[in-house]
């Protein structure tokens, strides 16, 4: 084999790789295999497709969508002709307390809820469930939420005479298209008693492995409100497997005729549609534990905390106060600057020194002194204003001060006169004192 061969199977070898990385890795990523429950979501767990078909379940109802809460959007007809339905369609709920009463008022007035959840609130069935059943020793039996059991597949059939058929409705959790183990939930028998009021069994599954042992998943039971005995009541159906009503499910001919016979208990009035209230499983079962041991937490049932917590716009509202108390508080932990003090301006006081030693000798008539500091002040001004040197008071230092200052030369000579006959005398006359202070101020004036 030569090598120009050996060159031509290797490159074609590299170029299958590539391919099969591309297009056979792309088979998986095409799609999001995660329980998204989204309305919109055209992946295998969305429910854009049973969404769809609410939409067109009867041509006279309406689909309309809870955006934000029940209270709002969730209305009560009082003088309509048919039921209306709510539909909820996801891993779980989350209801705060005023949630719950709507719900609860819209289903007395004689509407129906249909609920396909992996876990219920608790608050919620704190009233569905409020007459508890018994065992077989007599005692209660409180709710505990949905059971769990885990497998690959299993056959959905229904209980009722009026939906009992032959057919199978066997359901498998496909992930990635392939068979995956998966956690189906359903409803323990012991809730189900002989009560008026109480749940009735419309379908259950089986585990292929062991057909005589039936969960049930599907019940409903009658809600009427026992503070308003008059209200007509309606009825709240409860689905443990949401995952029944996703696209992937709907695509079979078998998955649309089950939820086809599921929603066939709906009446024809309009339905609601809730995405709003959605949350995760594992965060609903956390909260209902929470609620459900609340009974015994005397102490956090009378605090007004537990109202705020239980409101999930309050709730949110109180995090937030205390996320903004803990960066206040890291931000004011860190060591403050000392506070700078206020730098006045430097004053210079030496010629206030000099005014105060003039006026001291004058007041001791002490004229050639006061003279010699006026002498000093009136040099001193001469270098600071015009930046001229004062050790050389000739004639070109004179003529040169006249034109900076514009006071003329006869001037600074009468100054510089009387200063040296002062130097040279003992004692200042009056007089003497007078002539030199007139020919300094005829210079600061001009010099303004």
């Given at each position: 084999m030569n090598r120009s061969v050996v060159i031509a199977l290797f490159s074609t070898a590299i170029l299958l790789i590539v391919l099969f990385a591309i297009f056979g890795s792309g088979s998986s990523k095409k799609f999001d295999w995660r329980e998204s429950y989204k309305k919109k979501s055209v992946q295998p767990y969305g429910t854009h497709v049973i969404r769809k078909m609410l939409e067109g379940y009867n041509p006279n109802q309406k689909l309309k969508e809870i955006t934000k809460n029940l209270p709002?959007?969730?209305?009560?007809?009082?003088?309509?002709?048919?039921?209306?339905?709510?539909?909820?369609?996801?891993?779980?709920?989350?209801?705060?307390?005023?949630?719950?009463?709507?719900?609860?008022?819209?289903?007395?007035?004689?509407?129906?809820?249909?609920?396909?959840?992996?876990?219920?609130?608790?608050?919620?069935?704190?009233?569905?469930?409020?007459?508890?059943?018994?065992?077989?020793?007599?005692?209660?039996?409180?709710?505990?939420?949905?059971?769990?059991?885990?497998?690959?597949?299993?056959?959905?059939?229904?209980?009722?005479?009026?939906?009992?058929?032959?057919?199978?409705?066997?359901?498998?959790?496909?992930?990635?298209?392939?068979?995956?183990?998966?956690?189906?939930?359903?409803?323990?028998?012991?809730?189900?008693?002989?009560?008026?009021?109480?749940?009735?069994?419309?379908?259950?599954?089986?585990?292929?492995?062991?057909?005589?042992q039936e969960y049930a998943n599907f019940a409903m039971m009658r809600y009427v409100n026992p503070d308003?005995?008059?209200?007509?009541?309606?009825?709240?159906?409860?689905?443990?497997?949401?995952?029944?009503?996703?696209?992937?499910?709907?695509?079979?001919?078998?998955?649309?005729?089950?939820?086809?016979?599921?929603?066939?208990?709906?009446?024809?009035?309009?339905?609601?549609?809730?995405?709003?209230?959605?949350?995760?499983?594992?965060?609903?079962?956390?909260?209902?534990?929470?609620?459900?041991?609340?009974?015994?937490l005397t102490l956090s049932n009378e605090t007004p905390l537990k109202y705020v917590l239980e409101n999930k716009h309050l709730s949110w509202a109180w995090y937030t106060l205390l996320g903004m108390m803990v960066f206040y508080l890291m931000f004011r932990s860190k060591r403050k600057q000392r506070i700078i003090p206020v730098e006045h301006e430097n004053t210079n006081t030496s010629l206030e020194f000099i005014s105060t030693i003039g006026a001291l000798y004058f007041n001791k008539q002490n004229h050639k002194k006061l003279c010699q500091q006026k002498m000093k002040i009136f040099l001193s001004f001469i270098r600071n204003k015009y930046g001229i040197s004062t050790k050389k008071r000739d004639k070109q230092f004179i003529e040169q001060l006249s034109k900076r200052t514009g006071v003329p030369t006869s001037t600074f000579n009468d100054i510089f006169k009387y200063y040296d006959n002062i130097n040279g005398s003992s004692v200042v006359s009056d007089e003497t004192l007078k002539g030199f202070h007139k020919a300094m101020e005829e210079v600061y004036e001009q010099c303004k």
């Open positions: 709002t959007d969730l209305t009560i007809k009082t003088d309509a002709e048919v039921a209306d339905n709510y539909v909820f369609i996801g891993e779980a709920m989350y209801l705060d307390t005023a949630d719950v009463e709507r719900l609860l008022e819209f289903v007395s007035q004689g509407n129906n809820a249909f609920i396909s959840s992996k876990s219920i609130p608790h608050d919620l069935m704190f009233h569905l469930y409020y007459y508890e059943c018994m065992d077989f020793d007599g005692l209660d039996v409180p709710w505990n939420d949905y059971f769990v059991i885990q497998d690959t597949m299993i056959t959905m059939e229904f209980h009722h005479p009026d939906l009992k058929d032959s057919l199978e409705y066997d359901y498998k959790y496909i992930y990635k298209n392939q068979t995956k183990s998966y956690r189906w939930h359903y409803i323990d028998s012991s809730y189900f008693c002989d009560m008026e009021y109480g749940l009735t069994e419309l379908g259950a599954y089986s585990f292929p492995s062991a057909t005589n308003d005995p008059t209200a007509p009541g309606g009825m709240v159906y409860l689905h443990t497997n949401p995952i029944a009503f996703t696209n992937f499910q709907m695509v079979d001919e078998i998955g649309k005729k089950y939820v086809d016979k599921v929603f066939s208990h709906l009446s024809e009035g309009d339905i609601y549609w809730d995405a709003y209230s959605q949350i995760k499983e594992n965060i609903s079962r956390r909260r209902n534990s929470i609620r459900q041991n609340a009974a015994e």
